[in-house]
Structure formats: structure tokens, C-alpha cells
């Protein structure tokens, strides 16, 4: 048997596994979120970001007398207690809406008994940069109501300020859905009110502990500004550096945002219902 000597047919092209399908919010189980995995990470001790972080914020309610806010948002609330804190001077009522159920109990556990310890060193900062806040934190946690739910269930215009700290970026792989749960973030206050928020920068898909990966979106400040300019009035975006001292989770530091949704203080809110 004698084999042939002509040219050989091209090798096929190597194979590629196929891409992953990019996650969506629907796609992780809220309801398993890690809290004490997540607490024992980040919140446990008073980190330097942390510091940064409250230090922005803080100078934002400042500007409001005690009680002017009727009511405000801390939108996917999670199990971080120091921006229901920051509010408790301004606010009269504070919503921290959440839609997952371990981090609901944990909430509201924290509002029925009292906040854990490891949280003094967070309301003692707040305090220093907000005299007006009381001088128990469970007395400036008292405006806060835990409400069930997600960006879906927001009402157009029914919030004086609303909050949102390392949320959109940090739920879907899909920066259309990023996009559209900040759009939702502006909707809820009312023409004329402040939008506060933090962001991870940067950051990839995650992991908590040793559990499963996370969906997030990395965003820089350009994503948000494409995200928020066209939509709000007196936008600022302040960077902190990446900190050392939290594990690593791909991030390239943390984006500080505040603005306002377009229009006149004046014009009627959302019923309050």
C-alpha cells in the first residue's frame, strides 16, 4: 500500500471553548449571600476606604438640617450598616430596601437588638464628621425601615436623597443591566434630589470566602460618567485609591459619585405610600 505524496488539506483551525454566557442579576441566588464571609472581609475593622468613603459622604449630609429629608434610600442595602448611619440625622425615614433574605434577617436583627460591636468604630467616625447625629447608634438607626424588594419595585420621585454603595457593579456581567439599575437609581428621587454613591472600579466577577463567584460589571469613570451625565445635574466623581487591606477582588480602587436628578425642587413629589 503506498500513500500519497500530493499537498495536504490544511489543518482545521484549533478548537475554542465556548464563551460564557455573561450573567445577569437573575442569574445569583441573593438569598445565599455570605454575610458573615462578607462581614468578616470588610466590615469587621475600620478600613482605610472605609474612612474615605464615610469622609465623602458625610460631607454630603452635612448640608441637611436635622429631619429635612422625609424620607431617603439605601438602595441593595446588604449587611453594611455605616450609610443607614450617615443618614440618621437628616433623614426621617430610611429605607434600605434588599432583596436578599440572609441579609434581611441580618438587617433587621441588627435594628432589633442593637448593631453589632464591630460597628461602634464606623458610627464614632459618622459621629466626629456629623455632630447632629445622636450619640447612640442605635438611636440614628431608628429612622431605618427594611424593605423587601429590588430596583424593580422603586416608585418614580419618592425619595429627597437616595444612596447606593457597591451595588450595580457588583450584580450583573451585563452593562446594559448595570445601566439600567443606575437609571432606576435616579428615577426614585424626586426632581431636584442628591444622589450619593460608591462604586468598586474596576472590578472583575468575585468570590466571598470560599463560596461561588459573584456577577459584577468593571466600570471606570468614564463608564459612569456615559452613564449618569446625560441623566443628572452636578455630577462629581472622586477616586480613592485601591486599599491594601481587603482582599483582593481585581479591583483598581473605589469611585465616589454625587449628583442631582434634573429639575426643580419644587415640582410635587411622589405619593409616600
Excluded at 500530493?6 to 489543518?11: H, K, W
Aim: hydrophobic share 40%; aromatic share 8%.
Amino acid at each position: 500500500m503506498t500513500h500519497g505524496t500530493g499537498p495536504r488539506p490544511p489543518a482545521p483551525p484549533p478548537s475554542r471553548p465556548p464563551a460564557s454566557p455573561v450573567r445577569r442579576n437573575r442569574d445569583a441566588d441573593w438569598n445565599l449571600w455570605p454575610v458573615a464571609d462578607y462581614l468578616a472581609e470588610n466590615y469587621r475593622r475600620l478600613h482605610p476606604c472605609d474612612i474615605g468613603v464615610i469622609r465623602h459622604h458625610a460631607a454630603v449630609y452635612r448640608r441637611y438640617a436635622p429631619g429635612s429629608l422625609a424620607r431617603t434610600l439605601e438602595l441593595g442595602a446588604g449587611p453594611n450598616l455605616y450609610p443607614l448611619m450617615l443618614a440618621g440625622a437628616a433623614s426621617r425615614r430610611i429605607d434600605a430596601l434588599e432583596p436578599g433574605a440572609a441579609n434581611v434577617r441580618y438587617l433587621r436583627r441588627q435594628l432589633d437588638h442593637g448593631p453589632d460591636a464591630s460597628w461602634e468604630p464606623f458610627y464614632q467616625l459618622c459621629r466626629s464628621l456629623d455632630p447632629a447625629l445622636p450619640a447612640d447608634c442605635a438611636e440614628a438607626l431608628r429612622p431605618v425601615h427594611v424593605v423587601r424588594g429590588t430596583a424593580a419595585d422603586l416608585v418614580p420621585g419618592r425619595y429627597d436623597l437616595a444612596s447606593m454603595n457597591f451595588v450595580a457593579e457588583s450584580v450583573t456581567e451585563d452593562p446594559g443591566e448595570f445601566t439600567a439599575l443606575c437609571e432606576a437609581f435616579v428615577r426614585a428621587v424626586r426632581p431636584g434630589g442628591r444622589l450619593l454613591a460608591a462604586f468598586m472600579a474596576g472590578m472583575p466577577s468575585y468570590r466571598i470566602g470560599a463560596g461561588p463567584v459573584w456577577p459584577a460589571c468593571p466600570v471606570d469613570e468614564a463608564d459612569l460618567r456615559a452613564v449618569f451625565a446625560p441623566r443628572t445635574t452636578g455630577l462629581r466623581i472622586v477616586r480613592l485609591a485601591k486599599d491594601p487591606t481587603l482582599p483582593e477582588y481585581g479591583d483598581t480602587g473605589f469611585l465616589l459619585l454625587t449628583a442631582e436628578r434634573p429639575g426643580s425642587p419644587d415640582s410635587p413629589p411622589a405619593p409616600q405610600g
